[in-house]
């Protein structure tokens, strides 16, 4: 289990306990967290659960593999540590993650 806290758009916080193995993103879509909207459910093929990782946090989370890297493409307003967090697998080492969600999806 690891605590993740969303922060949406608006500033409003979000304090979700997530189980390993599990995405961020689907821990967003079961707590309706704001702004992930998920299209694609999960499967890397659209943009629309971009999220910006706290840098404090870059480290571990790690860098997005290569067809991640080209959905980005389509986000809006992609930083450098912009993920698709459907590509960000819960685990142990991620208790306390920080993520904020931008101001719309791609």
Request: proline share 4%; glycine share 8%.
């Amino acid at each position: 289990m690891a605590k993740i806290t969303y922060i949406a758009n608006d500033g409003a916080r979000f304090e979700v306990e997530a189980e390993n193995g599990s995405t961020v993103m689907e821990n967003a879509i079961r707590n309706a967290v704001p702004g992930i909207e998920a299209e694609c459910g999960g499967a890397c093929a659209c943009a629309t659960c971009h999220v910006y990782v706290d840098e404090a946090w870059t480290a571990a989370v790690g860098e997005p593999e290569s067809m991640e890297e080209d959905m980005l493409d389509f986000a809006f307003d992609v930083r450098p540590n912009s993920r698709l967090s459907c590509q960000i697998k819960v685990r142990d080492d991620l208790d306390g993650l920080v993520v904020t969600v931008p101001e719309r999806q791609g």
